[in-house]
């Protein structure tokens, strides 16, 4: 199940966007090719796989043949410097900085040098690319910056913003591109995907799916970081409040150290903040919502937390512990 959702600039197909797909290669071979492409959709249905397909065949990589219309060949040098990061017309702008650890923003510095890497002729391709994944982990200077790239368009470039919440973008870097909408696919498409990329049983793709919102991308992550494990932790956690086994608690709460740790805690708090949902639903639904008020509560502080401890740098074991305390609380 390891890297079962790899990168983005590893996936050679993509399933449920080949309307997406034809528009921009209708866009490129009738050679009126939008400067800048605003990919918009939920994450992890395969915008930034796309902006990775567009960005190999707008390098020189050729049509494969086998895939969908954006597809390339893997074996060609410009989809090899891609896969390898080392293309000297491809720059791609990200959260996650060079040592793998994800930042709180894009920094302001790295949107600057947009405007340098536009402003120099194509190296060995016919284009300069660039990938910003994704635009909404832009802080103002960092957006403003991308602006200033927009608003100066280079003959030979082309800028691809993945963005999972449009709305929060400046109005006027909206207006100066072309916009691709992505929608996640079916539930069977979807499930297809993770059991086809991570081996898993037809039972725990469909759970991984319901819990990723139907978006394959992120059900893959999910199954990298063993989500499945972590909403059983939850369940269990939830079902014997009264009397928890202080084990497990104890290993979750060690296992939050480090980048991995940062995404595991993020996703426990999801869990249980989506079971006690649910668990509210349901007795107000039976009526039984006596309790209805102090759960709302422990809810509030489930999405409160990890947020909290992300912004203040605050230790996430002590979080965790503050949580169960009032998970107990609430059920006593």
Request: with cysteine.
């Amino acid at each position: 199940m390891s890297d079962a959702a790899g990168h983005p600039r590893d996936t050679r197909r993509l399933l449920g966007h080949a309307a997406q797909e034809a528009a921009f290669v209708a866009a490129m071979t009738s050679g009126r090719l939008h400067h800048a492409w605003l990919l918009t959709g939920p994450e992890g249905v395969g915008k930034a796989t796309f902006a990775y397909m567009a960005a190999r065949r707008l390098l020189g990589a050729p049509d494969d043949g086998e895939g969908g219309p954006l597809s390339a060949s893997p074996a060609h040098p410009a989809s090899r410097l891609v896969a390898a990061r080392t293309h000297p017309d491809l720059m791609v702008l990200e959260r996650v900085g060079e040592d793998g650890k994800p930042r709180k923003v894009i920094p302001v510095d790295e949107a600057r040098q947009l405007s340098e890497f536009f402003s120099k002729s194509p190296a060995q391709a016919p284009y300069r690319v660039a990938i910003v994944d994704a635009a909404d982990d832009l802080n103002v200077n960092a957006a403003n910056a991308i602006l200033k790239t927009l608003e100066e368009p280079p003959p030979r470039g082309v800028l691809l913003l993945v963005s999972h919440a449009p709305g929060r973008l400046l109005p006027t870097i909206r207006s100066r591109c072309r916009t691709l909408a992505f929608r996640a696919p079916d539930v069977e498409t979807a499930e297809a995907i993770v059991r086809d990329r991570t081996g898993l049983v037809a039972h725990d793709a469909a759970r991984l799916v319901r819990m990723a919102g139907g978006a394959p991308g992120l059900a893959l992550r999910m199954a990298d970081l063993n989500v499945l494990a972590i909403d059983d932790s939850a369940h269990e956690l939830l079902n014997h409040l009264q009397n928890p086994d202080p084990a497990p608690l104890l290993a979750l709460a060690d296992s939050f150290r480090g980048a991995a740790g940062a995404e595991r805690f993020q996703m426990l708090f999801e869990r249980l903040s989506d079971r006690v949902r649910t668990m509210a639903v349901e007795q107000a639904l039976a009526g039984e919502g006596s309790d209805l008020d102090r759960w709302a509560e422990v809810w509030t502080l489930l999405e409160r937390l990890p947020r909290e401890a992300e912004a203040l740098n605050l230790d996430r074991a002590d979080s965790f512990w503050t949580a169960v305390r009032a998970l107990k609380a609430a059920a006593a």
